[in-house]
C-alpha cells in the first residue's frame, strides 16, 4: 500500500462496521469491485480543494457501505461526505468525521507546531516539494488566521482543546520521535499523542 493510502488513515483508524447491504448486493461485490470502490473514495478525498495539514481523513469499505472518520478543521466534513457519495461502487456513507471546535488558543498552537515541525532540518523533507527557502519564508508566523496550508501532508497536526496529536506517516522512528519532541515545544500545549506510523 503506498504513501497517499496511509495518509487518508486506511489501516490507522478501525472503524465499526456501519450496516448490511443485501444478499444480492453482497454476492456481487467482488473482491476486485471492492478494491476499486477503495480507490475512487481515496482519489475523490485527495482532490478536496480544502483538505489540508490541520484536518485528517480516514475511511473503510464494507460492501458498499463507506465509513469516514477523522478530524476537520474548516467545514471538511460535509464535502468528504458528498465526495464519498460521488465514488464508484458507493450505495452508503456513513459520517463519522469529527469538526473540531473554533478556538484562537487552538489556532496558535496548530500553526506554532506546524512551523516548529515542517522548518525543522531533519522533517522538512516530508513539506510539499521538499525543503526549500520559499517554503521556508512562507514558514513564518505572520499568517492569515483561520486559513491553513493545503497539500499532501505526510504529517497532520490535530489540535483540540489545546492537545496535540500526530496523524500520518514518517519514514523511521527517529524522525516519529522527532515530530513529537517538536510538537511538545510549543508553549501552551497541554498534550501531544504520536499517533504517526511508520512506513512499511
Known sequence: ???IARLFGVNLVALAMAATIGDSLVSAQSPAAIDETTRSVRRMLERLPYYGVFDFLAFSVDRGVVTLAGYSYQGLKRDA????????????VANKIEEL???SNDDRIRWATYYRIYADDFL????????SEVFREILDESHFPGMQPVGHYPIHIIVKNGR?????????????????????????????????QLVK
Do not use: C, H, Q, W
Open 124 to 131: 522538512s523533507r516530508y513539506a510539499p516539494g521538499g525543503p
Open 81 to 92: 461526505e458528498m465526495a464519498a457519495k460521488r465514488s464508484v461502487g458507493v450505495v452508503e
Open 164 to 196: 496535540t496529536t500526530l496523524l500520518g506517516v514518517v519514514d523511521n522512528a527517529a524522525d516519529r520521535r522527532i515530530a513529537e519532541i517538536r510538537a511538545r515545544e510549543v508553549t501552551g500545549v497541554f498534550g501531544v499523542e504520536n499517533g504517526l
Open 1 to 3: 500500500m503506498g504513501t
Open 101 to 103: 471546535p473554533g478556538s
